[in-house]
């Protein structure tokens, strides 16, 4: 059975840090790509992270939506089946439901989603 857990959401002031966490269960994880999306009530979803697989010995390349450069950091442990993302320096525009997400064509796996909050 697939599934796709996130935690480590939560409260936290403007300026501070959280870690999110997706594991993965049911799928090849080291083949998939892997990311992180954001969406709030009303908004469209947005591709904040994401951890590419490819090539025969399975490299990984990483990529990051520009409100978020420099701030946030995608990292995977394949050991594990866990991808997390690193989030610092948090703004009250990055307050969203974070949803992970796994993609090997066709598969397409989904999350339920944690809720970041940045406020004061």
């Not at 409260?11 to 049911?26: E, I, N, Y």
């Not at 697989?53 to 520009?66: M, R, S």
């Not at 064509?105 to 406020?119: E, F, H, I, K, L």
């Amino acid at each position: 059975q697939v599934q796709l857990v996130e935690s480590g959401g939560g409260l936290v002031q403007p300026g501070g840090s959280l870690k999110l966490s997706c594991r993965a269960s049911g799928f090849l994880f080291r083949v998939y790509t892997m990311k992180w999306y954001r969406q709030a009530p009303m908004k469209e979803r947005e591709l904040v992270a994401s951890s590419a697989a490819f090539g025969p010995n399975i490299n990984y390349v990483t990529n990051y939506a520009d409100s978020v450069k420099g701030r946030f950091t995608i990292s995977r442990d394949n050991t594990l089946n866990t991808v997390h993302l690193f989030m610092d320096n948090l703004k009250p525009e990055d307050t969203d439901q974070y949803y992970c997400n796994a993609v090997f064509a066709p598969n397409d796996y989904w999350g339920r989603g944690t809720q970041v909050t940045v406020s004061s």
